[in-house]
């Protein structure tokens, strides 16, 4: 079977169609993942996951220390007796949670 001009008119059409698509939803991709930290007396943070940083604060008296790394998030150290927070690891899942109790601090991610 020959190709005919109107075929090969048809088929540039849709390869750049598929480019002009592609192009846009790269440019257009939302930011990534959302996290809320809840801490002290009904004290909250929305927290962006997308720029890799470290969150140092007070809650109950005791301080903590959060580490957001490649759109994830974990407490890496609380001045709190058992130290359960830590091994949660980085979360980075919509639901996900980790959860200081002797700090009254929480962090539940919203969005990827």
């Known amino acids: 079977m020959k190709l005919k001009r109107n075929d090969i008119y048809l088929i540039m059409a849709v390869i750049i169609i598929g480019v002009v698509a592609s192009l846009y939803i790269y440019m257009n991709k939302k930011p990534s ?23 140092d604060l007070e809650s109950n008296g005791i301080e903590i220390h959060l580490d957001i790394k490649d759109g994830a998030i974990a407490f890496i150290h609380s001045e709190c007796p058992d130290h359960i927070c830590e091994r949660f690891g980085y979360i980075k899942n919509i639901g996900e949670s980790a959860i200081c109790l ?9 969005s990827e």
């Open 102 to 110: 002797p700090a009254q601090a929480s962090v539940t991610i919203i």
């Open 33 to 55: 993942g959302m996290a809320v930290l809840k801490y002290g007396n009904n004290q909250s943070m929305d927290i962006e996951l997308s720029k890799d940083r470290r969150i």
